[in-house]
């Protein structure tokens, strides 16, 4: 029995792939998931821009673009948080209930919150808009 190649590679890529764990991040009660297109922005699409890394840190936990490696919200004006790519800032994440979480930046205190179809920092205020779901997407990558 004669295999074909494409199905030789197939297998061969799927044997030396690994499991991993991203995150979409919605604000709760929405499908519409946070991008990193040079701004920060919330819409419906489904793509590479959508998908962000979250790991431990000093005082937090960093989140990152998985695909970018573009850091959500270093400096943000009145019209909306621009992203910039290898300036991490460590989060607390914070239980706001029904599976939702409020974002810290322990720096300043101040809470993402949703707002124009971006996250502006905010003082916390127990509002719907500083709610946000980490919805867990598993992607196999090469190893």
């Known amino acids: ?51 962000w890394a979250i790991s431990a840190a000093d005082g937090g936990a960093i989140i990152k673009n998985a695909f970018t490696n573009i850091n959500p919200y270093v400096s943000c004006d009145d019209t909306a948080c621009k ?21 810290r930046n322990p720096a300043n205190g101040l809470v993402w919150t949703a707002a124009d179809s971006t996250i502006k920092p905010a003082p916390a205020d127990g509002s719907p808009a500083q709610k946000f779901v980490f919805q867990p997407v598993q992607m196999t990558l090469p190893s």
């Open 1 to 51: 029995m004669k295999i074909s190649i494409s199905l030789i590679a197939t297998l061969a890529n799927t044997a030396s792939a690994v499991l991993v764990t991203y995150y979409q991040i919605q604000p709760a009660g929405t499908t519409d998931t946070l991008h990193a297109t040079g701004e920060l922005r919330f819409y419906q699409a489904n793509d590479y821009l959508n998908v």
């Open 83 to 103: 992203s910039v790519a290898q300036q991490p800032t460590p989060f607390a994440f914070e239980d706001a209930g029904a599976g939702a979480f409020r974002v």
